[in-house]
Structure formats: C-alpha cells, structure tokens
C-alpha cells in the first residue's frame, strides 16, 4: 500500500504545528517536533519539542512537514 509506504517514511522527520483547538496543549503555531510513528486511522503521534505528546488528528489539526524533512524526501523519491 502507497500510503502506508509514505506514512512509515515520514516517521522520524521533523513537522511544524499550523493549528489545534486543543483545550488543553500549551503548543502554539510554529512549534515544532518529530514525528513518532502514525496510526492506520492517519493519527500523527509527536514528540514536540517543547516536551508536549499532542497526537494531530487527521480531520481536525493542520501541520506541515518542516523545510529540512521535505529536502530529505526529496532527495529520497529522486533515487527511487
């Protein structure tokens, strides 16, 4: 499967928080972390950097890969 291929490769690289309406997370846009492992259902589990564990909910948070991570994978689909 396609996508479970990509999923598996982004685990490791780096994400940048855009939005969350979590209550709770004291994480802001513009945090950052790494991506631990994502589940089946596309829940992307982080370990932030500020030391927050807020797993991004596929339908409802915004985050994009950061800058470096989309270099690597670049790099990476080039030699596929």
Excluded at 9 to 27: A, K, S
Aim: hydrophobic share 35%; charged share 30%; aromatic share 10%.
């Amino acid at each position: 499967n396609g996508v479970m291929m990509i999923d598996r490769l982004l685990e490791g690289y780096r994400v940048v928080l855009d939005f969350t309406d979590d209550p709770i997370t004291d994480l802001e846009p513009g945090d950052e972390g790494t991506i631990k492992y994502i589940t089946d259902d596309g829940c992307v589990h982080v370990d932030w950097d500020k030391g927050s564990w807020l797993t991004l909910l596929p339908e409802k948070d915004c985050y994009k890969i950061s800058n470096y991570s989309m270099a690597i994978l670049g790099q990476f689909k080039e030699n596929v």
